[in-house]
């Protein structure tokens, strides 16, 4: 197969040397490959004869005209000329595309493949036993049980239990502290009766377990002192438990919850922060005779890190202990938004079956930092001329000033009690363009700024502050 390779000045070696074992030949088109034209293109394929034509992936021009007019395809590369290297061996087992970068179809297709294998393997795997309709254990991914803490003072439990639910937690757990009455209990959970997922208790308390019951798919936890008085009413309602050590111990507590006739049950061995006996805790996440809790959400919270990198660390300490249910919360600013983190990471997990790591899987926890650098070749250049400072008092633009914010997942453009609403900076800023909303030039640069600013805010689940540093 014959490729066309048309390429900037400024990758030219780098895309000679990607293509050094391929039937192609590499045409430089000017100094950027993404100012390629179509009326080039057309100079160049005449030129030759071609069957494939990779330009590259951060060209913004239609070739459809010239590949109607030529009849041979013309397909986007990557974005970045090192990864054409990554591309071309692929050529001929995969179709490129007319309007995604090759990187970006390759990396979607590796997800939707990941994912499609993670959902193959939920179907088909085994279980020690179920809580509505959820498999817990066996051969079943890690699930997520996600914890609303006081959820009686919580101004509106179902929103965030629907979110938590919709942001990956397979169970969700309404932990009740030693304020709450058994009318609290209930009024929540009436509130959440008709919520398809799993709910759990938590508390210790035996007469705030017996109001939770029978909504209450699961109860934690259970112990030496509250179990006798317990036990009845949660064999009667079906519903699952976790068991911790108490004074007893966690094997003696189990015999107790069996002897009781308790039959779905969990144990919680009890996992200690950082710092505070961490390592030795995971030594007690021995083999036992049912399913093993793993209480990621106490590390988590206790230590000041990125919960991304948290979630990730901890799954894999979960999954080496063989543990079938992993414990998060979103108590505190720093670790909101790790029910989705801890749920990409279960995932990963299912994915490591017959890896060695949990790399290279298709999916990832990378939120902020790269896989991979881009090695792009440097800006050239024969002359620079320093920036000047922008002055403190600018110029109010007579079409008026906007306030920006963001608001349930959207960025918002507020002015004289109209807003624009949209998901991406750059169809608010058009819109405003579109509509002769603004009418300086400094004016229009600062709204841009400001509106990628909060749309970065948004997709990194950080607060945003008009005029402030991101």
């Known amino acids: ?230 036990a009845s009413g949660i064999v009667s309602a079906g519903s699952a438990v976790v068991v911790i050590p108490g004074n007893n111990g966690l094997v003696q507590n189990i015999s107790l919850a069996e002897e009781a006739g308790i039959r779905r049950i969990i144990a919680d061995p009890v996992l200690h922060p950082g710092g505070s006996g961490l390592v030795q805790s995971l030594c007690r996440f021995r ?24 979630c990730a660390l901890l799954a894999v300490m979960a999954y080496e202990t063989g543990a079938s249910v992993i414990f998060c919360s979103e108590h505190s600013d720093k670790t909101r938004g790790c029910i989705s983190e801890m749920r990409r990471a279960t995932e990963m997990m299912v994915l490591l079956k017959n890896r060695p790591y949990p790399k290279d899987l298709g999916i990832d926890l990378l939120v902020l930092k790269e896989k991979r650098r881009r090695r792009e070749p440097p800006v050239t250049f024969s002359s620079v001329r320093e920036a000047e400072k922008m002055p403190d008092m600018i110029t109010y633009d007579p079409c008026g000033n906007f306030r920006i914010g963001i608001e349930d997942g959207h960025v918002v453009a507020e002015r004289s009690g109209l807003a624009i609403r949209g998901e991406r900076w750059q169809d608010i800023f058009y819109t405003i363009l579109k509509e002769e909303g603004v009418s300086l030039l400094d004016h229009a640069g600062y709204l841009g700024a400001e509106l990628f600013k909060a749309e970065l805010a948004l997709r990194y689940g950080r607060s945003f502050e008009q005029d402030g540093p991101f």
């Open 287 to 310: 083999d036992l005779p049912v399913p093993l809790f793993f209480g990621a959400g106490n590390v988590m919270e206790l230590i000041d890190a990125d919960s991304p990198g948290m």
């Open 1 to 230: 197969m014959k490729i066309l390779l048309p390429t900037g000045r400024v990758t030219e070696q780098i895309v000679r040397d990607a293509a050094r074992d391929c039937d192609a030949d590499v045409v430089v088109t000017g100094e950027l490959a993404s100012f390629l034209s179509p009326s080039r293109l057309g100079e160049i394929i005449s030129s030759g004869d071609y069957d494939l034509v990779i330009v590259s992936g951060m060209c913004t021009a239609s070739f459809r005209d010239v590949e109607e007019r030529f009849g041979v395809p013309i397909r986007l590369g990557p974005r970045h000329a090192a990864d054409l290297s990554l591309i071309l061996p692929l050529i001929g087992r995969i179709e490129l595309s007319r309007d995604l970068p090759a990187d970006e179809l390759l990396a979607g297709r590796r997800k939707e493949e990941a994912f499609a294998f993670i959902n193959r393997n939920e179907d088909e795997s085994s279980a020690v036993f179920q809580i509505n309709r959820i498999k817990i254990g066996g051969t079943s991914r890690m699930k997520v049980l996600a914890e609303i803490m006081d959820a009686h003072h919580h101004p509106d439990i179902r929103k965030i239990a629907e979110r938590y639910f919709r942001e990956g937690a397979d169970i969700v757990d309404l932990g009740f502290g030693f304020d709450a009455t058994p009318d609290d209990v209930r009024a929540v959970f009436d509130t959440l009766r008709d919520l398809p997922g799993p709910l759990a208790v938590d508390t210790q308390d035996p007469t705030l377990i017996s109001a939770a019951l029978p909504r209450a798919d699961l109860i934690l936890s259970l112990q030496e002192e509250n179990i006798g008085e317990t």
